[in-house]
């Protein structure tokens, strides 16, 4: 991973879900982060074909419009159940490859490794991420929650890297041209 | 769902895997179904990144040179655990937005319903949907499994679509355009 220095480097955080999908955009210039935009994209009643091409679509439209260096995406390990995790991971693959076809480097985190960066808790409670949101972008409302998770995701990466801080277990997933 | 008569559908049976995706491809001319093609996509050794790009250009390059009409996909309830459920959804939905990319419409069965449609059995074991697939589709030697239960979702698609037997709780999910 580059260490950017005073280049602008942008950021696109996902948040993916089977019914809510949040996504947060900042640039990083140096240790400095700035919020350029956030939202969610809600799927809650659409059946399985129409879900998964919204969120592709408004992924690769998002990319396509922000023009963001590197995407950052909650991995998840724990689930509550098989068919639940089942339903993320169509939500997880159909966002992963929107941004694959734009050829951008993906890095992945645990909501454990953001909330420590964030709020330095690792169990900290979704109100808490977004207060530190708003408090760390300089924001006048707290982002509704799974946009503001998708700012900690985008955040959690941007500090780390610029090397302002150490998170264990994180794994880099690099993405080639492919369309 | 339109009948197809005598004019031939051809049809796209895709078994969606974290390690090995399974494909494969009949022509249906009214209740008579042609082998065209069929083969996997081993991804075992790949990091997300590459496996689901790799998922992704394949079935998208698939559907270009074969240009089904229609895509059938294994659709599953019961997993071992949640972690290989979700590493089945993100295949899956990288296979299902592949082929919603190319504005194709999508059908879902279970495994029960597709063995019960080929083999008259829905726990049939896999070797015997090797061999209902080679007599029924009158190959020379039974394809690879994972081949096997792709062209077995394919042809028990293309049964139903030309009314030759009722699944019950079959659920079509339709695609539109949009690339």
Known sequence: MPKGGNEVTRILG?????????????DMAGPRATHVANGSIRVRDEELGAKLRAIFEKIRAIAGDFQPNEVSVERLFMHRNADSALKLGQARGAAIVA???????????????????????????????????K?????????????????????????????????????????????
């Open 14 to 26: 996902i948040d993916p879900g089977s019914q809510v999908t949040g996504y947060g955009i900042i």
């Open 99 to 133: 941004c694959l076809t734009q050829s951008l480097p993906i890095y992945e985190y645990t909501p454990t490794e953001i909330k420590q960066a964030i709020v330095g808790k690792g169990n900290a409670a979704k109100a808490q991420v977004q207060h530190m949101i």
């Open 135 to 179: 408090v760390l972008l300089c924001l006048k409302e707290a982002p509704q929650a799974d946009a503001a998770d998708a700012l900690a995701i985008a955040l959690g990466h941007g500090y780390r890297r610029e090397g302002l801080l150490r998170m264990p277990g994180v794994r880099g997933i690099r993405g080639g041209r492919f369309i």
